[in-house]
């Protein structure tokens, strides 16, 4: 079993540390019965953001993450991924929330590690989605 996890900052500051990052990823995983997996996570500023978002998925302006999941020959390779998340996003999110912003960010790498196993939740009522529900349960057992 290896669930490896790399944490880039690309000199972007992140209010959870990498290893802290790399620990939320593992314990996703494991909750997830993933036994095999190699996952990236990204932090990047507002401008490379924006740029990813409108690379590759069409849309205007900096997002709070996206996630890139590959699909497996077969069910014995590892789970491969990669999370891009935007902290300065994240602290906006986290004010609206009136969450702490190491919250939002945790929450941030929860749901970008979910979308790369596989879950998924509609555009409208995201909130209301199953994955939503694994996510924030994830999140309350991972938080302080």
């Not at 909750?31 to 924006?50: C, G, H, P, Q």
Request: glycine share 6%.
């Amino acid at each position: 079993m290896s669930l490896d996890v790399d944490v880039s900052s690309d000199g972007v500051r992140s209010p959870i540390s990498r290893e802290r990052t790399q620990e939320i990823v593992q314990r996703v995983l494991r909750s997830e019965k993933v036994r095999n997996a190699l996952v990236s996570i990204t932090f990047l500023d507002k401008r490379s953001m924006a740029r990813l978002n409108k690379e590759h998925l069409g849309h205007a302006g900096p997002t709070d993450v996206i996630s890139f999941g590959f699909t497996r020959a077969a069910a014995t390779d590892p789970v491969v991924g990669d999370v891009y998340v935007c902290p300065e996003v994240a602290r906006d999110n986290a004010r609206g929330r009136g969450e702490p912003v190491r919250r939002e960010v945790a929450r941030l790498v929860v749901h970008g590690t979910l979308h790369i196993l596989g879950h998924d939740h509609p555009d409208e009522g995201r909130e209301s989605s199953e994955m939503w529900r694994t996510q924030e349960r994830l999140v309350s057992r991972l938080s302080p």
